[in-house]
T-cell receptor, first 113, second 114 residues
Framework: SQQGEEDPQALSIQEGENATMNCSYKTSINNLQWYRQNSGRGLVHLILIRSNEREKHSGRLRVTLDTSKKSSSLLITASRAADTASYFCATDAGMGSNYKLTFGKGTLLTVNP | EPEVTQTPSHQVTQMGQEVILRCVPISNHLYFYWYRQILGQKVEFLVSFYNNEISEKSEIFDDQFSVERPDGSNFTLKIRSTKLEDSAMYFC????????????FGQGTRLTVV
């Protein structure tokens, strides 16, 4: 798989349920970021987790990072219809100030009311 | 809340024409980027820019592309002679520092080359 691969590719759940999306990557990273994209719109930054962190929370979001497995997960609790979007992980593996993000293909989350 | 703004939101251009996509990064950010997303594909890095020069560019960013910070607020991407395959959503992003920090993206410019 390529750097920053999410699974599943698509996920459909009912409002109120939890949604878990996973991301795997191949190289060492400085940090991993999760973004949301509503259809045809911009990328909204959700959360950043650094390589020395294992878990981070922001509101209904929980992100974990396992550098030994080169994987991360994004959990959205108590999902809402407004959470319907594509979710991308992006890894920063740059050296020094060479900062660029490598994105995965994303998980399309559909939350049914 | 500060945000990255991009104009125009949509641009349709004829093949071979030059286009300039404009961005206003977040005001206290020092690092600026362009990414693109071809329909149905991944978001891809094009170029990063710091201290009035390119820090890094991808192999996509060939001689047809250039970036400029013409004044203290704008950051532009120019495509000199557009090709059909340049059709994509182009995102501008900025970050406060050059590494290990959040990158904030604009809403994008949808470029259609006909």
């Amino acid at each position: 798989s390529q750097q920053g691969e999410e699974d599943p590719q698509a996920l459909s759940i009912q409002e109120g349920e939890n949604a878990t999306m996973n991301c795997s990557y191949k190289t060492s990273i400085n940090n991993l970021q999760w973004y949301r994209q509503n259809s045809g719109r911009g990328l909204v930054h959700l959360i950043l987790i650094r390589s020395n962190e294992r878990e981070k929370h922001s509101g209904r979001l929980r992100v974990t990072l396992d550098t030994s497995k080169k994987s991360s997960s994004l959990l959205i609790t108590a999902s809402r219809a407004a959470d319907t979007a594509s979710y991308f992980c992006a890894t920063d593996a740059g050296m020094g100030s060479n900062y660029k993000l490598t994105f995965g293909k994303g998980t399309l989350l559909t939350v049914n009311p | 809340e500060p945000e990255v703004t991009q104009t125009p939101s949509h641009q349709v251009t004829q093949m071979g024409q030059e286009v300039i996509l404009r961005c206003v990064p977040i005001s206290n950010h020092l690092y600026f980027y362009w990414y693109r997303q071809i329909l149905g594909q991944k978001v891809e890095f094009l170029v990063s820019f710091y201290n009035n020069e390119i820090s890094e560019k991808s192999e996509i960013f060939d001689d047809q592309f250039s970036v400029e910070r013409p004044d203290g607020s704008n950051f532009t991407l120019k495509i000199r002679s557009t090709k059909l395959e340049d059709s994509a959503m182009y995102f501008c992003a900025s970050s406060r520092t050059g590494g290990n920090t959040e990158a904030f993206f604009g809403q994008g410019t949808r470029l259609t080359v006909v």
